[in-house]
């Protein structure tokens, strides 16, 4: 058969569902084999759309995302979304068109060094250079893509490669001698772990992204005690955020109780964590008085920002399960945590999560994401872009299970919303799928509306819409002496008549009594929906740790 009917015989077998892409010149054979795979395809109209919607289906559902574009502008389009898994975790694998072998090198029309360019961003990369590689590397990218941390794998077919003639033999063995990850965990360190956290006074677990995969776990270990919790915005879930021992979100714009508590913590359980910028804030004040136990399953994370004191290498999954059993057969005195639980209270009760409502009909942007808790009673999966809304979103909306909460992290992606929803909603076709996003994120892939449409992919869109870049005005107005520098967007486009458009339904809201009975109308309405929701213009995120500050110094 030919190259790319073996290559979707290796998705199949890989168990992919479906795939997002967008076809051109370099990756014509792949979707000539497309038309009798039987493998469901979603075409994006934008590479980017396509990327992004492959990691909101990751994300989503646990499972490998697969997105495909051509060679050239088609492969640079997936830069992004290729960064952005990296940065994240996210298990994509990228499939991209290429020149054909003799123009490798030339110049030729739509050649770009796919490989090269996207080298720093992958977790690894291959470029094929005979048919008979492409099944097994394949199939190597899934097992790289799905083991050990996650992450994206890119796949470069040369055109003339993939509509070659092979003998196809299903692949059952991938075994890769120079990648062999650490799963479980040493017992040693385990052991040791326990005996810190069980004469620990001021314990606090800090659980990351990589803790999502082991929620459950992660309960079992924190309920084990009295063991306070707080997690990353890409941990959001994995603890349940109306959970007693749940201290909210850390970092630059997390809860006071949670910053406090690990300003002052003398144990820190860090799981699934890589204690980024935005979570230790001023490095060198960082919980000055704890230890570290560091649980994660990429070692080149422990001890690079924050030296570890004990070290833990594997999945959280398979490592806490031992560690709550380990920590419960040392019978810790609870009483121990009395007084840490009397500090943690009285945070709560002198600095509640609030923000000052309007008197009269105006939203404040806090409030629509109360609203919308309200309206879809907890239980939506949120997609959020980047910028103030998804600050506020991380604050006010109480995620109670993993995977229910889907942002770009690390990279801060504005654009990743709505295609991130569209990926989510087909991976999770039964949920409730929401996307909350801002006027200036959502303009940067509107265009995957028409992929929503096209498809019956019911996303509701819910734009926090204040007139501006909204994170970028805040920090010119706190930093910049309020030099505004083209940040207000001028209230363009009418995003009623542009989703009208697009084949969506649109709306606008902009009374705050009447706020939650019109999402749950967007909710209930067939099909997808996009709700243009005018906000307070110039509200700022707070709290806030501002940069190059400690966590004890958070204003707001």
């Not at 006071?256 to 980024?276: K, M, P, Q, S």
């Not at 999954?317 to 121990?336: C, F, S, V």
């Not at 995620?399 to 992606?413: A, E, H, K, M, Y």
């Not at 749950?520 to 929701?533: I, S």
Request: glycine share 10%; charged share 20%; hydrophobic share 40%.
């Amino acid at each position: 058969m030919r190259a790319v009917d073996a290559l979707m015989e290796c998705l199949k077998a890989e168990g992919v569902e479906v795939v997002f892409g967008l076809p051109g010149g370099a990756n014509l054979p792949t979707y000539d084999a497309f038309h009798d795979a039987g493998i469901r395809h979603i075409l994006v109209r934008h590479e980017a759309g396509g990327g992004h919607a492959a990691e909101g289906y990751a994300k989503a559902t646990g499972r490998v995302g697969v997105a495909l574009g051509t060679s050239g502008p088609g492969a640079t389009n997936l830069v992004t979304p290729i960064c952005d898994a990296m940065m994240d975790s996210v298990p994509v694998v990228f499939l991209t068109g290429q020149v054909r072998t003799e123009l490798l090198g030339t110049d030729g029309f739509q050649e770009a060094d796919t490989i090269g360019i996207t080298m720093p961003i992958v977790k690894h990369s291959m470029l094929i250079q005979h048919p008979l590689e492409l099944p097994r590397a394949i199939h190597e990218a899934f097992h790289i893509a799905r083991t050990g941390r996650p992450g994206p794998v890119v796949v470069d077919i040369p055109t003339d490669l993939s509509r070659a003639d092979i003998p196809y033999e299903p692949i059952t063995d991938v075994h890769l001698p120079g990648y062999q990850p650490t799963t479980d965990g040493n017992h040693k360190q385990i052991r040791l772990a326990a005996k810190a956290l069980a004469n620990a006074s001021r314990p606090v677990i800090y659980a990351g992204g990589g803790s999502v995969s082991a929620a459950e776990e992660l309960v079992e270990f924190a309920t084990s005690d009295r063991l306070p919790v707080t997690c990353t915005v890409m941990g959001l879930g994995a603890f349940p955020g109306t959970h007693p021992q749940w201290l909210g979100m850390l970092g630059m714009h997390g809860t006071r109780t949670a910053n406090y508590a690990i300003d002052e913590a003398d144990l820190i359980v860090a799981i699934g964590a890589r204690f980024d910028d935005r979570v230790t804030a001023k490095l060198s004040e960082f919980a000055p008085h704890a230890k570290f136990v560091h649980i994660d399953v990429d070692p080149a994370e422990i001890s690079k920002n924050v030296p570890a004191h004990i070290p833990i290498v594997g999945y959280a999954k398979k490592i806490l399960p031992k560690l709550t059993a380990e920590y419960r057969a040392l019978e810790p005195d609870a009483k121990r945590l009395d007084e840490w639980w009397h500090r943690i209270e009285s945070w709560r009760e002198r600095h509640p999560l609030t923000f000052t409502d309007s008197t009269d009909a105006e939203i404040k942007p806090q409030y629509m994401v109360q609203a919308l808790y309200e309206a879809t009673q907890g239980d939506a999966v949120v997609c959020s872009d980047v910028g103030q809304h998804q600050m506020w979103a991380a604050q006010h909306y109480h995620f109670g299970r993993p995977r229910q909460w889907i942002n770009s992290g690390g990279l801060g992606t504005m654009g990743f919303g709505l295609p991130a929803a569209m990926g989510a909603k087909v991976g999770r076709p039964e949920e409730m799928v929401v996307c909350i996003t801002g006027d200036g994120s959502f303009q940067m892939n509107t265009q995957e509306l028409a992929t929503c449409a096209q498809n019956g992919i019911d996303v509701k869109v819910f734009i926090m819409n204040n007139g501006y870049l909204g994170m970028v005005r805040q920090w010119q107005e706190l930093f910049w002496d309020r030099r505004y520098s083209h940040v207000d967007t001028g209230q363009y486009p009418d995003f009623v008549k542009l989703a009208e458009a697009y084949g969506a339904t649109g709306m606008r809201f902009t009374d705050k009594h009447t706020l939650v009975e019109d999402m749950r109308q967007a909710l209930a309405t067939e099909g997808p929906v996009v709700a243009d929701v005018r906000v307070a213009a110039e509200e700022n995120v707070y709290p806030m740790i501002a940069p190059g500050q400690a966590a004890r110094d958070m204003v707001g």
